[in-house]
């Protein structure tokens, strides 16, 4: 089997990915420092997949490690997820973003060419996680892959500058196989329940705050902001089930090794639902109420944002498949499931 670095593996979207990459054939390698995550999380992929997960923990800005995990394993792609993903804490902590996300990029990408310098028989193969806040504030939707990029905060500005990184890479080493995933708004959770979304603090994204509304651990939800231009007036999104974003990250790992031909596409659903649309969808999902308060905007955040993914189902043969009540009732058996996350 093909093994698979996943650099931010143990996280939400990482671990989704190991799973759907061991269902497919490959064998993940797990590389985190539990700074966003939890190592519970490789006893719960242990459950699900019948074996244990192979883990390296340790920091992506340590790059002679990074190269010594290179070297050992000789993976034959890196999927990089790790780094912080916060709209709003990165607008308060813009220099944490840009360290962490920016510099642990560089640390990775230059472990990768050391490790090709010393065996240069194999074409250095990463997939990039990116996120659809690299379209600013489109000036309309649907919203394709040669869009004008800008952004609107921080986190927004560190995978912006991340993607031109790879791109001049790229054109300086036409070798390297590059997939960068232009991610819009994961949600949801694995079918068995084990593992989801299980974010540290106050969340900052929508699905998961509306279900510790719904589990009772916060009394109702903040929407921000009812006056946008959209039919109710609440922010308008691309919600995509994890489990097909995974499968979009098989899908680019497979292009890359079969094709060689870098590319980058959207991973959405082509379909915006609304913040109110997502509560009532949650609340039929839950059978539980979800009271909310309309609060002021927030610093970065757009009216509304959702993909056109023609592309990646013309290179990668890769589509959402999941609805916004299979979003939900998988991210409630999550939360119900597990109160407190992965410290229940």
């Known amino acids: 089997m093909k093994t698979i670095l ?17 269902a497919a054939g490959f064998e993940p390698v797990v590389l985190d420092n539990f700074a966003n995550s939890h190592p519970v999380v490789l006893d719960r992929l242990a459950r699900i ?4 997960l192979v883990l390296e923990q340790g920091d992506v800005l340590d790059t002679d490690w990074l190269q010594d995990v290179l070297r050992r394993h000789r993976p034959a792609g890196v999927v990089h997820f790790a780094g912080d993903k916060a709209v709003g804490e990165s607008v308060a902590q813009p220099l944490k973003y840009f360290h962490n996300n ?11 060419e050391a490790a090709h310098a010393e065996d240069p028989t194999t074409a250095p193969t990463l997939v990039f996680s990116s996120s659809a806040t ?20 921080p986190y927004g500005h560190t995978k912006l500058v991340i993607e031109d990184m790879l791109y001049a890479l790229n054109a300086a080493r036409p070798a390297w196989r590059m997939g960068v995933l232009r991610y819009f708004n994961p949600v949801g959770a694995h079918p068995s329940g084990l593992i989801g979304e299980d974010p540290a603090g106050i969340p900052n994204n929508l699905m998961p705050f509306v279900a510790q509304v719904a589990v009772g651990q916060r009394e109702h939800l903040n929407v921000f ?16 089930h994890v ?3 995974a499968a979009g ?25 609304s913040v109110l649309e997502v509560v009532r969808a949650f609340e039929k999902a839950s059978g539980r109420p979800v009271p909310y308060r309309i609060a002021p905007r927030r610093p970065g955040d757009v009216a509304q944002c959702w993909a056109d993914p023609g592309l990646a189902q013309r290179l990668l043969g890769w589509q ?14 999550w939360q119900s499931g597990n109160p407190a996350g992965y410290r229940s």
């Open 134 to 153: 690299v379209y600013g504030d489109p000036a309309s939707v649907p919203i394709t892959e040669d869009f004008p990029r800008s952004h609107t905060n």
């Open 243 to 245: 489990q097909d974003l």
């Open 225 to 240: 902001g009812d006056d946008y231009p959209t039919p109710d007036g609440t922010g308008v999104r691309d919600y995509i």
């Open 249 to 273: 990250h098989v899908a680019a790992i497979r292009a890359l090794l079969d094709r060689g031909e870098s590319f980058t596409v959207n991973l959405g659903t082509g379909r915006g639902h």
């Open 6 to 22: 996943l650099t931010g593996g143990a996280g939400y979207i990482g671990s989704h990915t190991a799973l759907a990459l061991i």
């Open 49 to 52: 997949a019948g074996r244990p």
């Open 102 to 112: 920016i510099s642990g990029a560089v640390s990775l990408l230059r472990a990768m």
């Open 320 to 333: 959402a498949k999941h609805t916004l009540e299979e979003m939900c009732t998988d991210a409630w058996r």
